[in-house]
């Protein structure tokens, strides 16, 4: 089956920092871009980071640049977002999302989710 | 960086047909994504391409594009297709970003 599972999430305090992860499953990861894509309690989905296959390509959104880190380790089946420097503003469900990029073709879709890791910034 | 603009909400009868739209500069240059979201629930992805649907994604539901506009069409809705819906596409504006539209909120009468 193929599957994407976070964690990492947690209580945080305003200026501290955390790691998330995403171990996937069922399917050949180093062959796969993948993403990081956030939402806040009520509100819809903001995309937050980008990486493609073999960590050759790496975007960020504007409102984490410089802040946040999204590395992955292909041997471990395994992404990662370092933050850094959290504010309330950054509580939100963190998902981690597999995508096919085909830009030659006009292609972008995240075609399989994990279920989320909370993080919660409040002192 | 460009914007995906939807409207907030929508309603249909059921067994009726909806249609929901997506407006945005990127899309004259990608095709638009569709997720479905229900309430504590990760997105599922339900039209990419032109107008493809993933394995298991109903044909009740369809995707298509004209010029700034993309729409999401549910034909003959049924209940369990009360949920959020986003679009999303690459910024066309050069530097590769990824942006979604603030959703559409479907409600199923």
């Not at chain 1, 420097?85 to 989710?113: G, I, K, N, P, Q």
């Amino acid at each position: 089956e193929v599957q994407l599972v976070e964690s990492g999430g947690d209580l945080v305090q305003p200026g501290g920092s955390l790691r998330l992860s995403c171990a996937a499953s069922g399917f050949t990861f180093s062959s796969y871009s993948m993403n990081w894509v956030r939402q806040a309690p009520g509100k819809g989905l903001e995309w937050v980071s980008y990486i493609g296959t073999s960590s050759t390509t790496i975007y960020y959104a504007d409102s984490v640049k410089g802040r946040f880190t999204i590395s992955r380790d292909d041997a471990k089946n395994s992404l990662f977002l370092q933050v850094h420097s959290l504010t309330a503003e950054d509580t939100a469900v963190y998902y981690c999302a597999r995508s096919t990029d085909l830009s030659e073709y006009h292609y972008f879709y995240m075609d399989v989710w994990g279920k989320g890791t909370t993080v919660t910034v409040s002192s | 960086s460009s914007e995906l603009t939807q409207d907030p909400a929508v309603s249909v009868a059921l067994g009726q047909t909806v249609r929901i739209t997506c407006q945005g500069d990127s899309l004259r240059s990608y095709y638009t994504t569709w997720y479905q979201q229900k309430p504590g629930q990760a997105p599922v992805l339900v039209i990419y391409g032109k107008n493809n649907r993933p394995s298991g994604i109903p044909d009740r539901f369809s995707g298509s594009s004209s010029g700034n506009t993309a729409s999401l069409t549910i034909t003959g809705a049924q209940a369990e297709d009360e949920a959020d819906y986003y679009c999303n596409s690459r910024d066309n504006s050069g530097n590769h970003l990824v942006i979604f539209g603030g959703g559409t909120k479907v409600t199923v009468l």
